[in-house]
């Protein structure tokens, strides 16, 4: 069973910066897309970047210019840097495996709470 580990939120002012990692297991990491998700309080889950086996990445539009994704296929671990992080960024950060269709595929961490606020 292929376990997520969400790590790196906390309590940053607007405009500082944040490095999320995603470390997984139970699978050959490098075989799948991975992508970053939030869900802000009362909102939906969105999927704000995603990164291909290749390492090309994709943005929603609320990030681009802002957040980069990137994978260490040695360390089986994927990873979201946020910088100009602005209040609306706040939600709970999530990382998933992705299939052909760009679908998340494994059950849901726990996440990692990214705040934003002065």
């Known amino acids: 069973q292929v376990q997520l580990v969400e790590s790196g939120g906390g309590l940053v002012q607007p405009g500082g910066s944040l490095r999320l990692s995603c470390a997984t297991s139970?699978?050959?990491?490098?075989?799948?897309?991975m992508g970053w998700y939030r869900q802000a309080p009362g909102k939906q889950r969105e999927l704000v970047a995603t990164?291909?086996?290749?390492?090309?990445?994709n943005y929603a539009d609320s990030v681009k210019g802002r957040f980069t994704i990137s994978r260490n296929n040695a360390w089986n671990t994927v990873y979201l840097q946020m910088n100009s992080l602005k209040p609306e960024d706040t939600a709970v950060y999530y990382c998933?495996?992705?299939?052909?269709?760009?679908?998340?595929?494994?059950?849901w961490g726990k996440g990692t709470l990214v705040t934003v606020s002065s």
């Open positions: 990164i291909t086996r290749g390492a090309s990445p």
């Open positions: 139970g699978s050959i990491f490098s075989f799948y897309a």
């Open positions: 998933n495996r992705l299939n052909s269709l760009g679908d998340a595929l494994d059950a």
